[in-house]
């Protein structure tokens, strides 16, 4: 029987009938002429891992997530033992950890080394947290890295890339548009050394197994003097403290879940717990953001990868009335030209945008761009594998159903598709009025 999350026991797909001894079909990466030794070295090494270690256990490490029951303790344990074995693997290939500096046991990489090994590791869903760079954990490193105090880097930083402690990310409120972060009410007040938070927040992902959350405050009112993005401070709150009330985990696709509802009722903190200068949580969650959205991409990039492996694979050798191959067929043929280009443009969008941002010219168009162009992609991507699978894409053999929930959840998640369309417009219109035209080779 094949059972669980594909991968090692799903593709190739033409041998996966009695579900018996077959070995997944192995991402083909080559080095990429245009890029330097250093990134291909990455991008290789990163997908003999993926290859070699992740594709034929991937039903042990994420098998059991996929049928709805609650694991066994036999499956628990194997794969704890599977995941630190692949943990340790990627630590002795020096891949852990690709966001962090090495003093903070990560690779060190660049910008768009980071990127062009995300899409490699992105091809088995899940892998990230295998290379030591999850979410909102990732995030949080970084935030905490470029704002944080040394004080703050010993009691929480440290401990969260050690994996010694896990962290959320509190921003988006019940009550208020999470798509307009200036619509904030949770309020941080001096009391003394003391802040004094309260606030109603949810979808705090992580919120459950988190040691500490960074808290999106409001410091000052709307109409205080200042600009409107000054008058945010992000500000850390221990789990433990009292007056954090988690209230539950929002169900999220029919499913329970750690993304959860808090009400933070006179928290009191040390006013050292703030991150960064009063009134920079704004900048701070751009900051968060904007490299973020390039990562989010070629994740996307590396799953839309994998389904089109998957689907092409199907398409060659499922047979359909009187024995003609779906491949024959040109709706068949239709989906796969479709995907291709949906792949290629989205890939090559994000470079061009990661290109951009790392030379500091101004990418903010670019940046909204994919942020709507990708997930989208990705969207129509997975929907056209589900469907060449049939009964097959929805059930729980393949990756497609989480990768379907993710694609769908990146459209509103970061900020939605209408926001950054609207950004668009924007950023054209005022260089149109301002008698320009847009340049498109630059
Ligand atoms: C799985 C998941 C995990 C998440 N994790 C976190 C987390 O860890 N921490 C955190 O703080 N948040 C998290 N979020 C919240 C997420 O960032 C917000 O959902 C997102 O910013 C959108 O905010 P909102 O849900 O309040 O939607 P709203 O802002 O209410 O928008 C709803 C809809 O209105 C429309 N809309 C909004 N503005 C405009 C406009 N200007 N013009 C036209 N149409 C518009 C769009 O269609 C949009 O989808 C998570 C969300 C999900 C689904």
């Given at each position: 029987?094949?059972?669980?999350?594909?991968?090692?026991?799903c593709?190739?797909?033409?041998?996966?009938?009695?579900?018996?001894?077959?070995?997944?079909?192995?991402?083909?990466v080559k080095?990429?002429?245009t890029l330097?030794?250093?990134v291909?070295?990455v991008?290789?090494?990163?997908?003999?891992?993926?290859?070699?270690?992740?594709?034929?256990?991937?039903?042990?490490?994420?098998?059991?997530r996929?049928?709805?029951?609650?694991?066994?303790?036999?499956?628990?344990?194997?794969?704890?033992?599977?995941?630190?074995?692949?943990?340790?693997?990627?630590?002795?290939?020096?891949?852990?950890?690709?966001?962090?500096p090495?003093?903070?046991?990560?690779?060190?990489?660049?910008?768009?080394?980071?990127a062009?090994?995300?899409?490699?590791?992105a091809?088995?869903?899940g892998?990230?947290s295998?290379?030591?760079?999850?979410?909102?954990?990732?995030?949080?490193?970084?935030?905490?890295?470029k704002?944080?105090?040394?004080?703050q880097?010993?009691?929480w930083?440290?401990?969260?890339?050690?994996g010694?402690?896990?962290s959320?990310?509190?921003?988006?409120?019940p009550?208020?548009a999470?798509?307009?972060?200036?619509?904030?009410?949770?309020?941080?007040?001096?009391?003394?050394?003391e802040w004094?938070?309260?606030?109603?927040?949810?979808?705090?992902?992580?919120g459950?197994?988190?040691?500490?959350?960074?808290?999106?405050?409001?410091?000052?009112d709307?109409?205080?003097?200042?600009?409107?993005?000054?008058?945010?401070?992000?500000?850390i709150?221990?789990?433990?403290?009292?007056?954090?009330?988690?209230?539950?985990?929002?169900?999220?696709?029919?499913?329970?879940?750690?993304?959860c509802?808090?009400?933070?009722d006179?928290?009191?903190?040390?006013?050292?717990?703030?991150?960064?200068?009063?009134?920079?949580?704004?900048?701070?969650?751009?900051d968060?953001?904007g490299?973020?959205?390039?990562?989010?991409?070629?994740?996307?990039?590396?799953s839309?990868?994998?389904?089109?492996?998957?689907?092409v694979d199907r398409?060659?050798?499922?047979?359909?009335?009187?024995?003609?191959?779906?491949?024959?067929k040109?709706?068949?043929?239709?989906?796969?030209a479709?995907?291709?280009?949906?792949?290629?443009s989205?890939?090559?969008?994000?470079?061009?945008c990661a290109?951009k941002m790392?030379?500091?010219?101004?990418?903010?168009t670019?940046?909204?761009?994919?942020k709507?162009?990708?997930?989208?992609?990705?969207?129509?991507?997975?929907?056209r594998?589900?469907?060449?699978?049939?009964?097959?894409?929805?059930?729980?053999?393949?990756?497609?159903?989480?990768?379907?929930?993710?694609?769908?959840?990146?459209?509103?998640?970061?900020?939605?598709?209408?926001?950054?369309?609207?950004?668009?417009?924007?950023?054209?219109?005022?260089?149109?009025?301002?008698?320009?035209?847009?340049?498109?080779?630059n």
């Amino acid at each position: 029987m094949v059972t669980g999350f594909c991968g090692g026991v799903c593709p190739p797909v033409s041998e996966t009938r009695d579900g018996e001894g077959e070995t997944a079909m192995p991402m083909n990466v080559k080095p990429v002429p245009t890029l330097d030794d250093e990134v291909n070295e990455v991008r290789l090494g990163t997908a003999e891992i993926v290859n070699q270690e992740i594709l034929p256990n991937e039903n042990v490490l994420y098998g059991w997530r996929s049928d709805g029951g609650r694991p066994s303790e036999t499956q628990v344990t194997e794969a704890r033992e599977v995941r630190a074995h692949v943990q340790n693997v990627v630590k002795k290939a020096k891949l852990w950890a690709p966001h962090l500096p090495p003093e903070f046991g990560g690779m060190g990489l660049s910008f768009m080394q980071h990127a062009y090994m995300n899409e490699v590791l992105a091809y088995s869903p899940g892998a990230a947290s295998l290379f030591g760079v999850v979410a909102p954990n990732s995030g949080n490193q970084k935030i905490l890295l470029k704002y944080g105090t040394q004080e703050q880097h010993d009691k929480w930083l440290i401990p969260l890339t050690e994996g010694r402690m896990q962290s959320g990310f509190s921003m988006t409120e019940p009550h208020n548009a999470g798509s307009d972060p200036r619509s904030i009410q949770t309020r941080a007040v001096l009391d003394g050394d003391e802040w004094v938070i309260n606030g109603h927040k949810w979808f705090t992902s992580n919120g459950h197994a988190a040691d500490f959350y960074i808290v999106m405050c409001r410091t000052a009112d709307p109409d205080d003097p200042g600009g409107a993005n000054e008058k945010m401070t992000q500000i850390i709150v221990p789990r433990k403290t009292p007056g954090v009330n988690i209230i539950r985990g929002v169900p999220v696709w029919g499913k329970a879940s750690s993304h959860c509802e808090i009400i933070y009722d006179n928290v009191r903190v040390p006013k050292s717990n703030q991150l960064g200068g009063t009134g920079t949580g704004h900048q701070a969650a751009q900051d968060r953001l904007g490299a973020g959205r390039i990562y989010h991409c070629m994740n996307s990039v590396g799953s839309m990868w994998r389904c089109f492996d998957l689907m092409v694979d199907r398409i060659m050798t499922r047979e359909v009335h009187g024995g003609e191959k779906l491949e024959d067929k040109q709706f068949m043929q239709g989906f796969i030209a479709d995907s291709y280009m949906d792949i290629q443009s989205s890939r090559l969008m994000v470079v061009d945008c990661a290109m951009k941002m790392e030379e500091g010219a101004d990418s903010r168009t670019d940046i909204s761009s994919i942020k709507v162009y990708v997930p989208n992609a990705y969207h129509r991507v997975v929907d056209r594998a589900i469907q060449v699978h049939g009964a097959a894409g929805v059930s729980g053999d393949f990756p497609f159903a989480g990768m379907y929930e993710g694609a769908r959840t990146l459209r509103i998640a970061d900020g939605p598709d209408e926001v950054h369309r609207i950004l668009i417009a924007k950023n054209v219109l005022r260089r149109y009025h301002a008698g320009e035209s847009w340049d498109f080779g630059n």
